[in-house]
């Protein structure tokens, strides 16, 4: 129970840095700037040109949705911390009194990048996410198998990205496009290093139970290897499962649901190919 605790209170300091972080990265670059990176913080962004509905206010109509369609599939304690995360990011970025940093396009979209990844990249290691085109993406995975979860974000984040073109002018969505890269490669970085796919090794008495959650939560494909406990010589089960980094958290959170004494250990995939990842062309 202390152990569950300490870990909670862990994930809520992650997440309220991240929080902080992240809207400070909406606040003082990207907004006052009108530099588009993607998401629904971007739609937010273009609707408020026209409609006048604040940044916050956008995503928080769109990601509401979202997060009552899939909650069951994320797990309550994760979509709950996920749900309040988004909500407060939301509130963050129409209500934090800051004045912009600057107004030279490329250092907001260069500053802006590096702050929204840090602070991402934080709120994923408190095991929660702020919905978005993520979310979004993996709905329509659901829905459409044929359209891969990475396929989706590409094409979501893309045509947001696109539209700031025609809403604010071309050049922001170049420095958009800057934004969306460096913020990309921090979040690698600060969840899991510059790698953004591992290779997790289970070892586990409950193989079955961890492999079933694993293949109908995150569809992702488990493999079983025969193997031998040397000191009992018994025989085992050892799963491979090869994720991205969106994915790291909830996979440790299905496998230690299941069998908290499970041995876990990962290594990081320099090269991906195959179904969920890239494709050997």
Avoid: W
Avoid at 143 to 166: E, H, K, N
Avoid at 233 to 256: A, D, P, S, Y
Wanted: aromatic share 8%; charged share 15%.
């Amino acid at each position: 129970m202390k152990e569950k605790l300490r870990q909670e209170i862990k994930n809520a300091a992650l997440i309220t840095l991240g929080l902080l972080i992240g809207a400070l990265a909406y606040k003082m670059y990207l907004i006052p700037n009108q530099v588009v990176s993607g998401g629904f913080t971007g739609i937010g962004q273009l609707l408020n040109r026209f409609t006048g509905l604040s940044v916050g206010t956008v995503n928080v109509l769109l990601n509401v949705p979202l997060f009552l369609v899939s909650m069951k599939s994320m797990g309550m304690p994760f979509g709950i911390r996920s749900l309040l995360a988004m909500l407060a990011l939301s509130a963050l970025i129409d209500l934090l009194p800051l004045p912009p940093a600057t107004d030279d396009l490329l250092l907001a979209a260069v500053y802006g990048g590096v702050t929204m990844g840090i602070g991402f990249g934080l709120i994923l290691r408190g095991s929660a996410t702020t919905g978005g085109t993520d979310m979004l993406a993996a709905l329509i995975h659901r829905l459409f198998p044929q359209v891969r979860v990475s396929i989706g974000i590409f094409l979501i984040d893309g045509l947001v990205i696109v539209a700031s073109a025609f809403v604010f002018e071309p050049q922001s969505a170049m420095y958009g496009l800057i934004s969306a890269f460096i913020a990309n490669v921090l979040v690698d970085v600060v969840l899991e290093g510059p790698n953004a796919a591992h290779a997790y090794f289970i070892v586990s008495d409950k193989s079955d139970a961890i492999a079933e959650r694993i293949m109908a939560e995150m569809d992702r494909g488990v493999t079983a290897l025969n193997a031998m406990g040397m000191y009992k010589k018994t025989e085992k089960r050892v799963l491979l499962c090869v994720v991205n980094r969106f994915q790291t958290m909830v996979l440790r959170r299905i496998v230690f649901a299941v069998d908290p004494s499970a041995f876990v250990f990962s290594t990081r995939a320099n090269e991906v190919l195959g179904e969920g990842f890239s494709t050997y062309n």
